[in-house]
């Protein structure tokens, strides 16, 4: 008796040919794939160092202050963008590396905090703080001469009294020493989402969208780049009042500072012909969308329209 295949009753062949398993099977894996890779937003701003926002312009930063967008090292510390990292040297152990959180932590949520670190000397620890005493941490990641993920969850008490927010990496020992930041996330939930492992190698399961990340910097800190003009006004006492419009409205309205020092912040050039220039620190009025910076009075000067442009970069901060 020869062997004959199954026939559905309008005649047709059955649907599960090898064909269509193969592609069942294709599918499944795809979507498992997918699955594996999956991520929850970063509610950390700045956080993949192999490309940050880098405003200030500078390699490395040495001593207390913010070095690379919205994070920040204390004293003793030596912050290096290099190799796609953040690299942080210190003197002494202690808190190295913070990123302020703008209260954005809830009482009674589940958080987790994450990086991809290298960390050769002494072991490295992760906290989320949310009051001046209130805080979780792990106790330390082990030492590891090649990227490795740590990672901390915690619940936040419903109870809790949030007096500020910030997350920390730091450093564990007693001797100095460095470590390296690929990659640092905060997230909704128990479960960390920055990276999975292929071949045992950790691999991020994203990359975020530079354009993005410097718009949610520059809430916080924008540049006036050197030979930037901007309208001005001269007023009845001779002051001179350039307006800026920021590129994205800032947290509150900005602090002035200078980025060199030089002869003169600015040079104005006045509707009726000639410039003199400015060397004053301004006082900042307006609003965060809307920025006056009102220049000392120039001696017989009233009444006219000017240009303001700077001789130098300047910044406009917020951070907090």
Request: aromatic fraction near 10%.
């Amino acid at each position: 008796m020869s062997y004959k295949s199954p026939k559905w009753n309008n005649g047709s062949a059955p649907p599960l040919s090898a064909e269509n398993m193969q592609a069942l099977t294709d599918a499944v894996q795809e979507h498992e794939e997918a699955l594996a890779t999956m991520c929850n937003p970063n509610l950390l701003d700045n956080w993949y160092f192999g490309n940050p926002v880098n405003q200030r312009g500078q390699t490395s930063y040495t001593g207390s202050g913010y070095t690379v967008d919205r994070w920040k090292t204390g004293e003793g510390v030596t912050a290096t963008v290099a190799n796609g990292a953040l690299d942080i040297s210190y003197s002494t152990p202690g808190w190295n590396l913070v990123e302020p959180l703008d209260n954005m932590l809830v009482p009674g949520v589940t958080y987790t905090l994450s990086c991809i670190y290298k960390a050769s000397v002494n072991s490295i620890r992760l906290v989320v703080a949310w009051g001046d005493s209130q805080f979780f941490y792990n106790e330390a990641s082990p030492i590891s001469d090649d990227w490795a993920l740590a990672q901390i969850t915690g619940t936040i008490p419903a109870n809790a009294t949030i007096s500020f927010n910030q997350v920390v990496i730091q450093s564990l020992g007693s001797s100095a020493g460095d470590f390296s930041l690929k990659a640092v996330k905060l997230e909704l939930g128990s479960q960390q989402t920055l990276a999975h492992q292929e071949n045992g190698v950790w691999v991020l399961n994203e990359i975020p969208n530079y354009g993005e990340q410097l718009r949610r910097c520059q809430r916080y800190f924008q540049v006036i780049q050197q030979y930037s003009s901007y309208p001005a006004a001269i007023d009845a006492n001779g002051n001179l009042l350039a307006s800026i419009v920021p590129p994205v409205e800032m947290r509150i309205r900005p602090v002035f500072s200078r980025a060199n020092i030089s002869n003169n912040i600015i040079d104005a050039y006045f509707a009726t012909g000639g410039h003199t220039g400015v060397a004053t620190i301004p006082a900042v009025s307006g609003s965060p969308g809307f920025v006056n910076l009102n220049f000392k009075s120039i001696p017989g000067k009233t009444d006219m329209g000017a240009i303001a442009r700077f001789v130098d970069r300047a910044f406009l901060s917020a951070d907090l």
